[in-house]
């Protein structure tokens, strides 16, 4: 119960760990444009558009900033708590910006604005960026706080703000003992001096400790607290949205609290920065209530639709318009988990597919443009290395071509400009063996980065492989399970084409290594107990990686529903693993086992588990044709086209 409770309601911390704000402008689109553009120092245009706009206590910050008159810590502080929020902003440009143009303070006393602005940056970094990062820019806020008397009131607020950084960070480790004994004392800090913001800051923290212990009820208790301290402001605290989300989680958990749950999710709709997570809430909640009572049908009127699957598709919609990846993952993810309490199998399956999706693009994005990155750099040192050497070309051309004509009509001097010549050609050769020294050092160090590439995606793969190896650990699911050693293996054979990628220095991998390789891998994983008598044929094949990943995960998919389905602890069990070029220049790869074959019903082409889909799709990449026979056992005959060939085609 403990377990559970805490994996359900930790996510309100991990998702809404930073401060919000509230807006203050009724024209949101032309402002950030402003804030954008005094991040990027375009300060011209950022005045065009605020002078455009009706004077408001914040445009008149925004102004004094982008003039540079004298704009106060506060100014920038407005500027840094509101366009911080943005979730689609890169929150690097503003924490550059923070940096080279928000200076320490040299006052004798203690400037809580900017003790404020360097608290949201670290809490801003440790939600997009690193925590190694945040962690810096909170080291030189302590830094700062330290050389003031620790007896003075302002004094006292900056060290709580300093320390909600090593608060958070003892969650994240889940050090109860530690984060939850600073936790108090500095809400006891605090309530002596009177302070309502920070003791509702406090509480929010303590919070997570209190749900780490399955403290239910206290952690509900401790954010009806937190709310009924913001009455008290004239304006909300930073932490009033993210109280607002922990108790609405807590509450959909508990159940049986349908009328406060209305009223926090109301809130939360009407406030336009968090409209957006309003939605993934109102899908979690209906997933915990009956569709046919009032409740139901109050918020199926409040989105003006009909039923649960419209529900469904429209909020899709709007947050598919304005939320980034990670966000819209979770609003797919969580109308998936609804349908599917409510029976609705086939639609829960559409959106769990959707969310899949989303994940493997944001992970497929990343890695795609490391290697692009990558490849654009190789690709433009390679470009300028070529022109000049063009250019040495041409020149001595024209040097050659004038030596010539000279000696065709100023006879007399044949052999001064001979000697001449002489000189100038060995200066030249120098030259040119100078650029074929520099040509040869540009080639080492192109080899060098390229191995540096494969090494480090290899290492990101392992990284990825041990992540789902140590989160494998805690699945007591066996299908879940499953997926993940599935999961493992096609990181692993990707992994693993790199590593040869790495090690190789012609950029080719070695199929006949490879396979075998991964026949080890895949019969530690799957057949331990099992006599399995592996022939690999592979005539000293080599493929580039654009071949060679799409082939590696066909063969590790295939071979791991042999491993799975085809063979028996019982019997002497046979693989055939063979890779041969054809007389038309394609390529034919052959897997055969001895089992039992698969079931004639099963159709490639209609398949839709995960493994088969993946294997159609990648023989789609690779131009080729799959072809699955019954000969004494399952036998599959694929032939493809190298990326030679894929490219003439193209």
């Given at each position: 119960?403990?377990?559970?409770?805490?994996?359900?309601?930790?996510?309100?911390?991990?998702?809404?760990?930073?401060?919000?704000?509230?807006?203050?402008?009724?024209?949101?689109?032309?402002?950030?444009?402003?804030?954008?553009?005094?991040?990027?120092?375009?300060?011209?245009?950022?005045?065009?558009?605020?002078?455009?706009?009706?004077?408001?206590?914040?445009?008149?910050?925004?102004?004094?900033?982008?003039?540079?008159?004298?704009?106060?810590?506060?100014?920038?502080?407005?500027?840094?708590?509101?366009?911080?929020?943005?979730?689609?902003?890169?929150?690097?440009?503003?924490?550059?910006?923070?940096?080279?143009?928000?200076?320490?303070?040299?006052?004798?006393?203690?400037?809580?604005?900017?003790?404020?602005?360097?608290?949201?940056?670290?809490?801003?970094?440790?939600?997009?960026?690193?925590?190694?990062?945040?962690?810096?820019?909170?080291?030189?806020?302590?830094?700062?706080?330290?050389?003031?008397?620790?007896?003075?009131?302002?004094?006292?607020?900056?060290?709580?703000?300093?320390?909600?950084?090593?608060?958070?960070?003892?969650?994240?480790?889940?050090?109860?003992?530690?984060?939850?004994?600073?936790?108090?004392?500095?809400?006891?800090?605090?309530?002596?001096?009177?302070?309502?913001?920070?003791?509702?800051?406090?509480?929010?923290?303590?919070?997570?400790?209190?749900?780490?212990?399955?403290?239910?009820?206290?952690?509900?208790?401790?954010?009806?607290?937190g709310l009924a301290l913001e009455k008290e402001l004239e304006n909300k605290s930073e932490y009033y949205i993210a109280t607002i989300s922990h108790a609405v989680d807590a509450y959909i958990y508990r159940g049986k609290s349908d009328k406060r749950v209305a009223e926090l999710l109301k809130i939360l709709y009407e406030d336009e920065d968090v409209r957006e997570v309003s939605y993934i809430y109102y899908s979690k909640y209906l997933g915990t209530i009956k569709l046919d009572s009032k409740t139901a049908k109050d918020i199926f009127e409040q989105f003006n639709v009909s039923n649960i699957l419209q529900f469904c598709s429209k909020i899709r919609a709007l947050g598919k318009k304005v939320l980034n990846s990670n966000d819209y993952y979770q609003l797919v993810r969580e109308n998936s988990a609804t349908l599917e309490k409510h029976n609705y199998l086939r639609e829960a399956i559409v959106?769990?597919?959707?969310?899949?999706?989303?994940?493997?693009?944001?992970?497929?994005?990343?890695?795609?443009?490391?290697?692009?990155?990558?490849?654009?750099?190789?690709?433009?040192?390679?470009?300028?290395?070529?022109?000049?050497?063009?250019?040495?070309?041409?020149?001595?051309?024209?040097?050659?071509?004038?030596?010539?004509?000279?000696?065709?009509?100023?006879?007399?001097?044949?052999?001064?400009?001979?000697?001449?010549?002489?000189?100038?050609?060995?200066?030249?050769?120098?030259?040119?063996?100078?650029?074929?020294?520099?040509?040869?050092?540009?080639?080492?160090?192109?080899?060098?980065?390229?191995?540096?590439?494969?090494?480090?995606?290899?290492?990101?793969?392992?990284?990825?492989?041990?992540?789902?190896?140590?989160?494998?650990?805690?699945?007591?699911?066996?299908?879940?399970?499953?997926?993940?050693?599935?999961?493992?293996?096609?990181?692993?054979?990707?992994?693993?084409?790199?590593?040869?990628?790495?090690?190789?220095?012609?950029?080719?991998?070695?199929?006949?290594?490879?396979?075998?390789?991964?026949?080890?891998?895949?019969?530690?994983?799957?057949?331990?107990?099992?006599?399995?008598?592996?022939?690999?044929?592979?005539?000293?094949?080599?493929?580039?990686?654009?071949?060679?990943?799409?082939?590696?995960?066909?063969?590790?998919?295939?071979?791991?529903?042999?491993?799975?389905?085809?063979?028996?602890?019982?019997?002497?069990?046979?693989?055939?693993?063979?890779?041969?070029?054809?007389?038309?220049?394609?390529?034919?790869?052959?897997?055969?086992?001895?089992?039992?074959?698969?079931?004639?019903?099963?159709?490639?082409?209609?398949?839709?588990?995960?493994?088969?889909?993946?294997?159609?799709?990648?023989?789609?990449?690779?131009?080729?044709?799959?072809?699955?026979?019954?000969?004494?056992?399952?036998?599959?005959?694929?032939?493809?086209?190298?990326?030679?060939?894929?490219?003439?085609?193209?």
């Amino acid at each position: 119960m403990v377990k559970k409770t805490c994996l359900l309601l930790l996510f309100s911390f991990f998702y809404l760990n930073v401060p919000a704000q509230k807006k203050e402008n009724k024209q949101p689109s032309k402002i950030k444009i402003a804030e954008d553009f005094i991040f990027k120092q375009q300060l011209d245009s950022a005045l065009v558009i605020l002078n455009s706009l009706p004077t408001t206590t914040r445009i008149s910050s925004l102004k004094r900033i982008a003039l540079k008159v004298n704009p106060s810590y506060k100014d920038y502080y407005r500027l840094i708590s509101i366009a911080g929020n943005n979730l689609n902003r890169d929150y690097s440009s503003i924490s550059n910006y923070i940096n080279n143009n928000i200076p320490t303070p040299k006052a004798k006393e203690i400037n809580l604005d900017y003790v404020k602005i360097k608290w949201i940056q670290a809490a801003k970094l440790r939600d997009y960026k690193t925590v190694a990062e945040a962690s810096v820019e909170n080291e030189k806020l302590v830094k700062y706080i330290a050389q003031f008397n620790a007896s003075d009131k302002e004094v006292k607020k900056a060290k709580i703000y300093a320390n909600i950084h090593d608060i958070v960070i003892y969650t994240i480790q889940r050090d109860l003992k530690k984060g939850k004994n600073l936790c108090l004392e500095n809400l006891q800090t605090a309530k002596e001096i009177k302070d309502t913001r920070l003791i509702i800051a406090m509480l929010y923290h303590l919070c997570d400790f209190v749900i780490l212990e399955g403290k239910l009820q206290e952690y509900i208790d401790l954010c009806e607290e937190g709310l009924a301290l913001e009455k008290e402001l004239e304006n909300k605290s930073e932490y009033y949205i993210a109280t607002i989300s922990h108790a609405v989680d807590a509450y959909i958990y508990r159940g049986k609290s349908d009328k406060r749950v209305a009223e926090l999710l109301k809130i939360l709709y009407e406030d336009e920065d968090v409209r957006e997570v309003s939605y993934i809430y109102y899908s979690k909640y209906l997933g915990t209530i009956k569709l046919d009572s009032k409740t139901a049908k109050d918020i199926f009127e409040q989105f003006n639709v009909s039923n649960i699957l419209q529900f469904c598709s429209k909020i899709r919609a709007l947050g598919k318009k304005v939320l980034n990846s990670n966000d819209y993952y979770q609003l797919v993810r969580e109308n998936s988990a609804t349908l599917e309490k409510h029976n609705y199998l086939r639609e829960a399956i559409v959106y769990k597919d959707e969310a899949i999706g989303v994940i493997r693009k944001i992970y497929s994005n990343d890695l795609a443009n490391s290697l692009a990155n990558a490849k654009t750099k190789i690709a433009v040192k390679e470009k300028e290395i070529q022109i000049k050497h063009e250019k040495e070309r041409a020149r001595l051309s024209i040097i050659i071509s004038s030596l010539v004509g000279l000696l065709l009509l100023i006879s007399v001097i044949v052999t001064i400009r001979v000697v001449k010549q002489r000189k100038t050609l060995a200066i030249k050769n120098k030259e040119i063996a100078e650029q074929r020294d520099a040509l040869d050092k540009a080639l080492k160090e192109k080899e060098l980065l390229v191995k540096e590439v494969h090494h480090r995606v290899k290492n990101n793969f392992q990284i990825v492989s041990s992540l789902l190896e140590l989160q494998s650990k805690d699945i007591e699911d066996e299908k879940a399970l499953e997926l993940a050693n599935e999961g493992k293996a096609r990181v692993k054979s990707m992994a693993l084409i790199h590593q040869k990628l790495y090690q190789n220095e012609s950029g080719l991998v070695d199929f006949d290594e490879y396979i075998k390789l991964l026949v080890n891998e895949l019969t530690a994983l799957y057949a331990s107990d099992k006599e399995v008598n592996t022939q690999v044929k592979t005539e000293n094949i080599k493929f580039d990686v654009d071949t060679a990943i799409p082939l590696g995960l066909i063969i590790n998919e295939l071979i791991t529903n042999t491993y799975k389905y085809a063979f028996d602890a019982n019997k002497k069990n046979e693989l055939l693993i063979q890779i041969h070029k054809k007389a038309t220049q394609e390529y034919e790869l052959v897997i055969k086992d001895n089992g039992p074959g698969l079931d004639s019903s099963i159709d490639f082409v209609k398949a839709k588990s995960l493994g088969l889909r993946l294997v159609k799709r990648l023989v789609k990449q690779l131009q080729g044709t799959l072809k699955q026979t019954n000969d004494d056992g399952a036998k599959y005959v694929i032939v493809f086209k190298d990326v030679y060939l894929r490219k003439q085609i193209e």
